[in-house]
T-cell receptor, first 118, second 115 residues
């Protein structure tokens, strides 16, 4: 079964410092991977996604993620964190269940809450 | 603003009751997805509709049902509510039924509290 693990429940970084949020997945085939961000009281917003090709993916708000098949990882990075980046971040993998000719849906990790110190 | 709207924003009800959550997808999107976010289970996919037909089903309880109407808005019906149903319910939409091949746009959610 597909699964996503985000090992860090809560991370605190100083503003201006670099950030790396970890994500490990379990999937039997080529994964489709996503990072979403959820600001307090808001819905989820897609930061970036990986389907194929270049393993380093650029997203919005200065985020990037690197797909490493050998490590089953898709870590999210940002070189310099801003106070407005404080939010909860979710890694997700596209599931492979089939139904009526289409395919399954997103499986999310438990999320990593990011706090930013001034 | 994702373009996906959900009503109501908050809902407080009692155990055993039935509620209906409503979602309007982005203009032009044919697929609607429902997710439940709770503290213990995290974010879980419930069900997907595409152009009025059910397309994929996840961890949706039998007490829950959904439908998508001809105007493409969707409703999630939760019945015989239990305390554990208290959660944030998200709706998302995408253009087609290709699911993770395209971006899902999430609404702001409906927070349900069952007392």
């Amino acid at each position: 079964a597909q699964s996503v693990t985000q090992p860090d429940i809560h991370i605190t970084v100083s503003e201006g410092a670099s950030l790396e949020l970890r994500c490990n997945y379990s999937y039997g085939a080529t994964p489709y991977l996503f990072w979403y961000v959820q600001s307090p009281g808001q819905g989820l917003q897609l930061l970036l996604k990986y389907f194929s090709g270049d393993t380093l993916v650029q997203g919005i708000k200065g985020f990037e993620a690197e797909f490493k098949r050998s490590q089953s990882s898709f870590n999210l990075r940002k070189p310099s964190v801003h106070w407005s980046d404080a939010a909860e971040y979710f890694c997700a993998v596209g599931a492979s269940m089939n139904y009526g000719g289409s395919q399954g849906n997103l499986i999310f990790g438990k999320g990593t809450k990011l706090s930013v110190k001034p | 603003d994702s373009g996906v709207t959900q009503t109501p924003k908050h809902l407080i009800t009692a155990t055993g009751q039935r509620v209906t959550l409503r979602c309007s997808p982005r203009s032009g999107d044919l697929s609607v997805y429902w997710y439940q976010q709770s503290l213990d289970q995290g974010l879980q996919f419930l069900i997907q509709y595409y152009n009025g037909e059910e397309r994929a089903k996840g961890n949706i309880l039998e007490r829950f049902s959904a439908q998508q109407f001809p105007d493409l808005h969707s409703e999630l019906n939760l019945s015989s509510l239990e305390l554990g149903d208290s959660a944030l319910y998200f709706c998302a939409s995408s253009v087609s039924q290709a699911l993770y091949l395209e971006t899902q746009y999430f609404g702001p959610g409906t927070r349900l509290l069952v007392l």
